[in-house]
């Protein structure tokens, strides 16, 4: 048997997603260690959030291979897979119920969960993503972008997961919020030995915070890289080079020679 470390958290093998005559994914398979965080990177429409979103459970509408924690997943999901797997989306303001306040949105969790010890999770959750007490009764509408994604972590830590999927979870951010928020999940992942697969159309913020990468065009994954690699600019595919070009801002002369790949 594999030791533990070596165990995937995450297995993936020919996962397709149709929504009508659409097909939107189309036989990605990848595999993530337990404690790695797992880049999916592409342009809008490539697929990419609808794979997380099958991997959360928000989309049933799926066929192939998806295994979480050594357990087959089904279109049907048990409550303790919830608890086992969080998931952290791009608005942070459309996430959180306007007339719910933080308090009452981070103790739902629990008691869905049936999980106790409600006022001292709640305060040390606040305390790891950098909120104070006296957040704990605002409402979203009182708090900046940068706030409100935080409580949107803290929601998900709450119930201790193992896996957190995180769609596009700073880029609805001010810039000058974004590596902050970007270093926070970070650091949270190091402390708690958590596994992360990132969605983002943004190399710099893959690059950042991930190890391995697939990247996704026209639902399919054309390539999957270290982000060693990426950083040494040495992409195997012309469609993976085409987006560290673009990631590096605009170049009159690049952007002529680039190509369609749908």
Avoid at 90 to 108: C, I, K, M, N, Y
């Amino acid at each position: 048997m594999r030791a533990a470390a070596e165990m995937s958290a995450i297995h993936v093998a020919g996962l397709d997603v149709r929504f009508g005559d659409n097909h939107a994914v189309r036989d990605v398979s990848f595999a993530v260690k337990q404690g790695d965080s797992f880049g999916i990177v592409g342009e809008s429409g490539s697929g990419k959030s609808t794979v997380l979103r099958a991997l959360a459970g928000l989309n049933p509408d799926w066929t192939g291979d998806m295994q979480i924690l050594g357990a087959k997943l089904t279109r049907r999901r048990e409550r303790g897979f919830f608890a086992a797997v969080q998931m952290v989306f791009q608005d942070p303001f459309g996430s959180l119920h306007p007339r719910h306040t933080v308090d009452r949105a981070l103790a739902e969790p629990l008691a869905i969960h049936g999980i106790g010890d409600a006022e001292a999770r709640i305060d040390r959750v606040l305390a790891e993503v950098q909120l104070g007490p006296s957040f704990r009764f605002r409402y979203p509408h009182q708090l900046s972008g940068g706030q409100r994604q935080r409580v949107a972590i803290a929601r998900a830590l709450i119930v201790e997961p193992k896996i957190l999927l995180l769609d596009e979870p700073t880029s609805a951010l001010d810039v000058s919020i974004q590596a902050e928020v970007l270093n926070l999940l970070a650091d949270l992942r190091v402390r708690r030995g958590l596994t992360f697969v990132l969605v983002s159309h943004n190399l710099a913020v893959v690059n950042h915070m991930c190890e391995r990468m697939a990247v996704m065009n026209a639902g399919r994954i054309v390539e999957e890289l270290t982000t060693e690699s990426l950083r040494a600019g040495t992409p195997r595919e012309a469609y993976t080079r085409q987006l560290l070009l673009a990631s590096r801002g605009y170049d009159r002369a690049a952007a002529a020679q680039f190509q369609s790949f749908d």
